[in-house]
């Protein structure tokens, strides 16, 4: 039962442009969702975060948007440079639930100079 | 501060073998949880723990264990290695402080490949 998904296993976008990952999630018990960025043979890297009660936050080039009534967020991207070029997962984090965090499948991204 | 340290990084393995790999967590985090990582199945959770006591479990079967020492360090264990098996196990450690909000530091991870 995947919870939290990424539909799009990848996406190229032109460097200088918009790069806009998505994420659905189904559990309504989320109360915080997070974007991690990994680089082949390295472990994930936390990129951004948001509340469950705020509906955007902002970190210099990155910018996650979230629609609760959707069950959706994104994660944008602007402008987008080659050094990008990441697998993004998508997450959330239990509310009450310790420390457990479930990820989705990750989205491949591909910035082309 | 030292990261996430996870040992070894890449091991071959037979089926029905078994294999225990270990991690270290950054310094003071005493919260540390497992994942496996296989192509289209992004990052599954397996278990976490907390003070030498697992709070979490993933939906895996009972040949994937694991437990926490004194000092916080980690190690699982996979029994009867499967060809299934094969993936990439990472752990990430995190302060384990009520109200965290989800950011886990993670190793590099462990490569297994089962044969």
């Known amino acids: 039962d995947q919870q939290v998904k990424q539909n799009s296993p990848s996406l190229s976008v032109q460097e200088g442009r918009i790069s806009i990952l998505n994420c659905d999630y189904t559990?309504?018990?989320?109360?915080?969702f997070l974007w991690y960025k990994k680089y082949p043979a390295e472990g994930p890297t936390f990129l951004i975060s948001i509340s469950s009660i705020k509906d955007k936050n902002e970190d210099g080039r990155f910018t996650v948007f979230l629609n609760k009534s959707a069950k959706h967020l994104s994660l944008h991207i602007v402008p987008s440079q080659p050094g990008d070029s990441a697998v993004y997962f998508c997450?959330?984090?239990?509310?009450?639930?310790?420390?457990?965090?479930?990820f989705g499948t990750g989205t491949k991204l591909q910035v082309i100079p | 501060k030292a990261g996430v340290t996870q040992t070894p990084r890449y091991l071959i393995k037979t089926r029905g073998q078994q294999v225990t790999l270990s991690c270290s967590p950054i310094?003071?985090?005493?919260?540390v949880s497992w994942y496996q990582q296989t192509p289209g199945q992004g990052l599954q959770f397996l278990f976490e723990?907390?003070?030498?006591?697992?709070?979490n479990k993933g939906n895996f079967p009972g040949r994937f264990s694991g437990r926490q020492f004194s000092n916080s360090r980690s190690e699982m264990n996979v029994s009867t290695l499967e060809l299934g098996d094969s993936a990439l196990y990472l752990c990430?450690?995190?302060?384990?402080?009520?109200?965290?909000?989800?950011?886990?530091?993670f190793g590099e991870g462990s490569r297994l490949t089962v044969l």
């Open positions: 559990n309504s018990m989320f109360d915080y």
């Open positions: 310094s003071g985090h005493r919260s």
């Open positions: 997450a959330a984090r239990y509310s009450g639930g310790y420390q457990k965090v479930t």
């Open positions: 990430a450690s995190s302060p384990g402080y009520t109200g965290w909000t989800g950011e886990l530091f």
């Open positions: 723990y907390f003070s030498e006591t697992q709070r």
